[in-house]
């Protein structure tokens, strides 16, 4: 499974996502980082919804809703189990 975050350099609230995923051990996914800065159309889409959270499936992706930045990392793979394909 894959899971794709959309951020950009210097967002705090990106960067405090990401390391938040990447501690995760109770589940497993690839995770990608998306900059929004490199693309137009993904500037155009996220550029005041960053970070997003999006999951690769093969109809496309699906965007997971936001969580708060004050989430720990447990209750971030608790919540994520609800969205992962079974």
Do not use: N
């Not at 137009?40 to 960053?50: G, T």
């Amino acid at each position: 499974m894959r899971l794709i975050l959309y951020s950009k350099p210097g967002c705090h609230l990106c960067e405090g996502l990401e390391a938040k995923l990447k501690q995760i051990k109770t589940l497993q996914f690839d995770l990608e980082i998306r900059d929004i800065t490199t693309r137009e159309d993904w500037f155009a889409a996220y550029q005041y919804e960053i970070p997003v959270l999006r999951l690769h499936l093969p109809q496309g992706e699906k965007t997971i809703p936001r969580f708060s930045p004050r989430i720990s990392v447990d209750r971030l793979a608790q919540q994520l189990e609800k969205y992962l394909p079974a």
